[in-house]
């Protein structure tokens, strides 16, 4: 009995000891790639709590990992001390299906090609960094990411057409890079998108037609970019009334298609372009979810006197045009938020209403003859 009672506690201080060495869930091979990750960049503070002696799954910060012990997030961001390109040991990581490895000023490079290897992604952000070189092929191997997010850093070249391989891919946004050449007509094949955003970019040439083939799409914004052409006859064909459409400070030209009457849109911005002719025909009394048409600084001619406005229009921007007649009756009973008809060939009474009267004379000024508040009176 004495050797028992010896023998007993030992045993029972190795029972606790294996249960405490196997109670860590973390995956050795992920925890070794995630250490990788931290020695990388010489250990920032965001990696604080990535500590070797402790389980990467219930410890350590921005970590997610499954049933297993695998790790399926990273999801870091915010940190100047993050230095350098992201590192092969990125790869290493087989059951990620999300990154967020976001606003690091410091961290600069090429999108790695060891990012192909996670074929579980979902979700890639690598957004506000200062990441270079081209977006890479071989993000098209990807085909499970249903969100990509690579704006705002200075990645440069023509978008690849193997991204239209990602057809589960629900949000784009390329944004404010320094992106160039045309958009790719295989981005219309994603038929799952719901928002494409290439704004603030240097692409060119014309708006691909393919892009009206998106049934889903809610909002498509291709501002600030070198655009030219027309907007495609397909537009007319866009049907979902929560779109917005932006396509402002592009050298886009010519005359509007009718068709593009038929649209249903949420909101729609042409501005700063070199449109010309009608515009009349983008509004209409039947399009009940139009809250937004801001048409400014263009070269549009056409009587405003007749124009059929939505109901539902928040906020209106005609300016800078050769528009000409009168403004609507209707215009001082809608729900406007801000309006801007200057610099026109405007003539008549400004219609009464209370929400007019709130907004500055600059709004309805350097017209042809309009008077009335809040301008001088008629005479």
């Known amino acids: 009995m004495s050797k028992l009672s010896t023998l007993l506690p030992l045993l029972l201080l190795l029972s606790f000891l294996g249960l405490s060495s196997s109670a860590e869930l973390c995956n050795a091979n992920d925890k070794k790639a995630l250490l990788e990750i931290k020695t990388h960049f010489n ?4 990696f604080t709590t990535w500590d070797p002696n402790t389980d990467c799954c219930a410890n350590w910060s921005g970590i997610q990992c499954d049933a297993n012990g695998r790790v399926t997030m990273l999801a870091v961001s915010i940190a100047q001390d993050v230095v350098g390109e992201i590192p092969p040991a990125m ?10 490895f976001s606003d690091f000023p410091n961290l600069s490079g090429p999108i790695p090609p060891a990012i192909a290897k996670l074929t579980n992604l979902q979700h890639l952000d690598l957004s506000l960094n200062n990441l270079t070189g081209p977006i890479p092929d071989f993000l098209g191997q990807l085909t499970n990411l249903d969100d990509i997010d690579l ?3 200075g990645l440069t070249g023509q978008i690849h057409s193997a991204l239209g391989r990602l057809t589960k891919l629900r949000t784009a946004n390329l944004g404010s890079n320094k992106l160039s050449g045309p958009i790719p007509n295989s981005l219309g094949q994603i038929k799952s998108l719901d928002q494409l955003y290439l704004y603030s970019n240097s692409l060119s040439g014309p708006i691909p037609p393919s892009l009206a ?31 917005s ?3 402002s400070f592009n050298k886009l030209s010519g ?14 911005d042409l501005s700063n372009n070199e449109f010309t002719g009608d515009a009349s025909f983008l509004f209409g009394s039947k399009k009940t979810g139009l809250t937004t048409i801001d048409l400014s600084n263009n070269l549009f001619k056409f009587d405003f006197s007749n124009v059929d406005l939505p109901p539902g229009i928040k906020n209106l921007d005609i300016s800078h045009n050769m528009i000409y007649g009168s403004l609507p009756n209707r215009l001082g009973q809608l729900p406007l938020q801000s309006i801007d008809v200057s610099f026109n060939q405007l003539c008549g009474v400004i219609p009464t209403g209370r929400r007019l009267k709130q907004f500055s004379p ?16 008629c005479k």
């Open 43 to 46: 250990n920032p503070s965001v």
């Open 91 to 100: 790869g290493e990581l087989p059951f990620l299906q999300f990154i967020a």
């Open 151 to 153: 704006s705002s850093n």
């Open 213 to 243: 083939q998106l049934p889903r799409l809610n909002e498509l914004d291709l501002r600030q970019n070198q655009l030219t052409g027309s907007i495609p006859e397909s537009f007319g064909s866009f049907k979902n009334p929560q779109l």
């Open 245 to 247: 459409l932006d396509l």
């Open 255 to 268: 005359s509007i298609p009718r068709s593009f009457g038929k649209a249903k849109l949420a909101a729609l």
């Open 362 to 377: 600059a709004k309805f000024a350097n017209n042809k003859c309009l008077c009335g508040p809040p301008l001088s009176p």
